[in-house]
C-alpha cells in the first residue's frame, strides 16, 4: 500500500513538473514573440549613470559608495554568445567616503570582455543570461518550469531554471510580456549565498524588438550599476575578441592568496605574508590574530600559519579592522575556528548578520561545521596585554574610507597596523597632488594619539616587499615627520 501511495505521489509531481514545463514553454514563447528575441541577434548601447564598489560602503547601513560613469558602451552577441563592455568613471563621492580605490583621480578606463566557453565561469555568463533576451533564450533551452506571482500588487508569470551554480534563475514576465526582473543567487566568500538581480523599465521599440532603457543591477541588496540608455543599435556588427581577464559580476575577483610564511617582528610577534598582511601575537595562554584578509582560503592559511609559529595554544581573539568585503571575507574562516571576532562596535550587529547568512552554493568550513559567529564589540580604545604583549586597539576618527575602522598598535616593537590608509606605492611613485584624505587622515590620529610608530604594516603590503616606515609615510604625504 505504502509502495502504491508513494508510485501515485511520484507521478503526479512528475505530471505536475510536465504541465509546468508546458506552460513555461508557452510563457516564454509568448514574451519571446513580443520581445523580439529571434530576431535580435545583437545589441549594442551607450548610456551614462553609475556604478557602484560592492561591499565598500563606509558603514554597514549605507549603500556601496557611487561612481560617475562619464560613459559607457556595451555590445552584446547573443547567439556566440559574448559581450564588451567598455566604461570612464570618476569619482561620485564628494568627499571621499568608502572604499573601492577611492579617491579617484581624473578619469578611470574600466572594461570587461566575456566570450562565452566550455570553461568560462557561470558568474560571468550572468553577465548576459540576465539581459531580458539573454533571459529568455536561456530559458527556452534550460527546462524551465512557471509559477503565478503578486508581486506589490502587480501579477507575474514567473519563469525558473537552475543555473550552472545550481542556484534558481527567476525571471519576472508582465502582463505585457515584458521581462520586468531576473534574480538569481551566487557565491560570495563573505555574503554567501549573494542575491543578484536586474531591473528593466521604459521598454522601447528598437529595430523590432522591445529593449528596456532603464537598467539597475543589484547585488547583497544594493544597486551595483544604475544606468539609463541614451541610444541603442539592433543587429549592428559586433566583433568581440577573446576573453580579458576573470572579472566577476560587476565586481573584481578577490586577488588569489599565495602561500602563508611569516616573519619574526620580535618576540613572539609574527608578520604573516604571502596575501593581505597579518600578525600573530603569542599571548601568555592563546593566540591573536589580526586580520584574516580576502577569502577563506587566506584565512585559513593564516590561521594555519598562526599555529605553525605557536604551538599548543588556541585562537582566541580574530581583529577585523573594517567589515568591507575584503577585509572580511576571511573571518569565515574565524567562525569555523570558534575565535571571537573583535572589532568595532559599528560592525558589530553586520558583521553577526552577515557571517550567519547561508553558504550553500559553494558551502565552506563554518556552513559545514555550523559554527556561529562570536563577535565582540570595542569602543574608541581597547588594550590586549598578558603583562608581557601589548596590542593597543584605537578606531580612527574623521576617516573616510570607514567609519568604524580601527588600527593596532605595538608599542614594544614600536609596530602600527592599519588597512586602506595608506597602500604603498612602488618606491618610484610619484605622490598624488594633493594626498588622499584618508592618507592625511591617518597621519593626523597617529600624531592624536601620540604614537610613537617605527615600522609600519599597511594590511595591503607592498608589492616589492619592502619594510615601510613612518617616515616614509609622511614623506610621501609631503609632512615631515617632526609637523
Not at 55 to 70: E, I
Not at 220 to 241: C, E, H, M, R, W
Request: zero cysteines; charged letters at 20%; a neutral charge.
Amino acid at each position: 500500500m505504502q509502495k502504491t501511495l508513494l508510485a501515485g505521489l511520484a507521478a503526479a509531481a512528475a505530471l505536475v513538473w510536465t504541465l509546468s514545463a508546458q506552460d513555461a514553454k508557452a510563457v516564454v514563447d509568448g514574451a519571446s514573440r513580443a520581445m523580439g528575441v529571434d530576431a535580435l541577434k545583437t545589441v549594442q548601447y551607450s548610456a551614462t549613470g553609475y556604478d557602484f564598489a560592492l561591499g565598500q560602503a563606509p558603514n554597514p547601513s549605507s549603500p556601496w559608495p557611487k561612481f560617475v560613469n562619464k560613459s559607457y558602451s556595451r555590445a552584446v552577441n547573443f547567439e556566440a554568445p559574448a559581450s564588451r563592455v567598455e566604461r570612464v568613471r570618476a569619482q561620485g563621492e564628494n568627499p571621499p567616503h568608502g572604499g573601492g580605490q577611492q579617491p579617484i583621480v581624473g578619469d578611470q578606463p574600466v572594461n570587461q570582455t566575456i566570450v562565452v566557453g566550455a570553461d568560462t565561469p557561470w558568474v560571468q555568463q550572468l553577465e548576459i543570461v540576465l539581459l531580458p533576451h539573454g533571459f529568455l533564450r536561456a530559458a527556452a533551452r534550460r527546462g524551465a518550469t512557471v509559477e503565478a506571482k503578486t508581486v506589490g500588487g502587480k501579477k507575474y508569470q514567473v519563469v525558473s531554471f537552475v543555473g550552472d551554480n545550481k542556484a534558481k534563475v527567476n525571471g519576472y514576465i508582465s502582463d505585457r510580456n515584458l521581462v520586468d526582473r531576473v534574480e538569481t543567487w551566487i557565491d560570495n566568500p563573505f555574503y554567501g549565498d549573494m542575491p543578484f538581480e536586474a531591473i528593466y523599465t521604459d521598454y522601447k521599440d528598437v529595430g523590432g524588438a522591445q529593449f528596456p532603457m532603464h537598467i539597475v543591477q543589484k547585488q547583497g541588496g544594493y544597486p551595483i550599476f544604475d544606468l539609463t540608455l541614451t541610444d541603442v543599435k539592433a543587429n549592428a556588427p559586433v566583433s568581440i575578441q577573446a576573453a580579458q581577464g576573470r572579472g566577476g559580476a560587476g565586481a573584481a575577483a578577490p586577488a588569489a592568496a599565495g602561500a602563508a610564511t611569516s616573519e619574526k617582528l620580535g618576540d613572539g610577534v609574527y608578520l604573516i605574508t604571502g596575501g593581505y598582511g597579518a600578525l600573530a601575537i603569542d599571548f601568555k595562554d592563546h593566540i591573536t590574530v589580526i586580520e584574516l584578509g580576502q577569502s577563506e582560503a587566506r584565512g585559513l592559511a593564516v590561521l594555519a600559519e598562526a599555529k605553525k609559529l605557536i604551538p599548543n595554544k588556541p585562537i582566541t581573539y580574530v581583529v577585523n579592522t573594517h567589515s568591507h568585503i575584503d577585509h572580511s571575507s576571511g573571518l569565515r574562516a574565524a567562525v569555523a575556528e570558534g575565535a571571537t571576532i573583535l572589532t568595532h562596535q559599528i560592525n558589530k550587529a553586520y558583521l553577526e548578520k552577515t557571517l550567519s547568512l547561508p553558504h550553500t552554493l559553494t558551502p565552506d568550513a563554518a556552513q559545514q561545521n555550523g559554527k556561529k559567529p562570536v563577535v565582540e564589540a570595542m569602543g574608541d580604545k581597547k588594550v590586549l596585554t598578558d603583562g608581557v604583549h601589548t596590542v593597543e586597539l584605537y578606531r580612527l576618527q574623521n576617516f573616510g574610507h570607514h567609519d568604524g575602522m580601527m588600527i593596532a598598535y605595538l608599542p614594544k616593537e614600536k609596530v602600527l597596523v592599519e588597512a586602506d590608509g595608506w597602500n604603498p606605492q612602488a618606491p618610484n611613485a610619484t605622490p598624488p597632488s594633493p594626498a588622499s584624505p584618508y592618507t592625511l587622515s591617518l597621519v593626523d590620529n597617529v600624531r592624536r594619539l601620540k604614537l610613537d610608530v617605527n615600522r609600519i604594516i599597511p594590511i595591503h603590503l607592498p608589492a616589492d616587499g619592502r619594510v615601510v616606515t613612518m617616515t616614509d609615510l609622511t614623506k610621501w604625504v609631503g609632512r615631515p615627520s617632526t609637523e
